[in-house]
């Protein structure tokens, strides 16, 4: 059950209002929105006189059942959408944020060419794995530490702020100059790894499962949410489906099930999705006519000789091509880019 309350109310009435609901046994959780703050009952409502409150409190507009399980990633509880500000980047409702760079950082060299060039062409921020979760034991695994070291450099050459994925949760402490921290694909239900970036302090970029629903990945990030970060960007990164002729299928739909189901924002990686370099400008086109918030699209500066997912790797001329031909259409779904 979820209590959307009046606007213009003091931190000491909210905190009274939902403390009565402590005192009862049940959890609350406190969303702020833009213009109102919800306050929502975790445990068996069943016996809560739900139109007796909004009647006699005096502090409540209106008030609704949340019959779903997650809670704090509710657009029910939350009506308004997040946006999630890094650096001078703002991820949301009225941008376009396309996060770029290679799938791994091989050299300070490579990723700070990288850097400059996909800065020069209109991306917000940079990616670039460190620690690789790679099918095979004897492929690339990624420069680990070093690698954190040379995306700084390249975050202090650019200024663009910087993402990575974390694989489990040792690597926390490495982890301090990176902007947003990334949940792979394979670690989306790894559940105590949720809960530690729940406590990071940072923003978190979630990536759907290769096999999991809507449902699990929203429940995923409800994880995070309920460990004490609201800073949560969802990703669509294709599903494993029985087609074969892409690596993976992008369920477009997924974006708009994610916006009318959550708050939350929602970005697409057309890169992991497709496994094609020349699928990678149409779905990213599609992406944002779909409504989503932003890319993250995988660039390198040799594609050819790239150590990881080269083939679906833009080079630098052809992201700044589809970054013109996005520039020019973002603006026809209302999105600064
Ligand atoms: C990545 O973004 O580097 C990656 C490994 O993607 P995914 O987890 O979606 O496979
Ligand atoms: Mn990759």
């Known amino acids: 059950m979820v209590f959307i309350l009046k606007s213009g109310l003091s931190e000491a009435t909210i905190k009274a209002f939902s403390e009565s609901f402590e005192r009862q046994g049940f959890s609350t959780i406190i969303s702020k929105g833009t213009e109102h703050t919800a306050v929502c009952l975790i445990g068996n409502t069943a016996s809560v006189d739900m139109d007796k409150i909004v009647a006699t409190s005096g502090v409540v507009e209106y008030a609704r059942r949340v019959t779903e399980q997650y809670k704090a990633v509710n657009r029910t509880v939350h009506p308004d959408d997040t946006i999630i500000k890094v650096g001078e980047a703002e991820i949301g409702p009225d941008t376009f944020t396309v996060i770029s760079g290679p799938c791994s950082i091989e050299s300070e060299e490579q990723i700070v060419e990288v850097a400059k060039s996909v800065k020069a062409s209109g991306a917000k921020l940079l ?20 690698g954190l070291r040379m995306l700084s ?27 947003i921290v990334q949940i792979g694909a394979r670690n989306m239900q790894n559940f105590d790894l949720l809960k530690e970036v729940g406590q990071m302090g940072k923003p978190v970029l979630l990536k759907r499962g290769l096999s999991n629903t809507i449902e699990e990945l929203l429940m995923s990030a409800e994880y995070i949410m309920s460990s004490g970060n609201s800073r949560v960007i969802l990703c669509e990164r294709g599903i494993r489906t029985f087609e074969t002729m892409t690596r993976n299928t992008l369920d477009i739909s997924s974006v708009i ?14 890169s992991h999705a497709s496994g094609i370099r020349s699928f990678v400008a149409p779905l990213s086109k599609a992406s944002l006519a779909v409504g989503a918030d932003g890319l993250m699209v995988e660039t390198h500066n040799d594609p050819a000789k790239a ?27 209302n999105r600064k880019i």
């Open 127 to 146: 990616r670039g794995g460190a620690f690789k979760p790679r099918s095979s034991p004897y492929s690339f695994q990624g420069l680990g530490e070093d």
């Open 153 to 179: 450099t390249a975050k202090k050459e650019t200024g663009l702020p910087i993402v990575s994925e974390i694989m489990n949760q040792t690597q926390a402490p490495l982890f301090e100059d990176v902007d």
């Open 257 to 270: 099930v994610l916006k009318q189901k959550s708050h939350l924002p929602v970005i697409v990686d057309p």
């Open 307 to 333: 150590l990881c997912d080269g083939a679906q790797s833009l080079d630098l001329k052809q992201f700044d091509e589809l970054m013109k031909e996005l520039k020019r259409r973002a603006p026809l779904e």
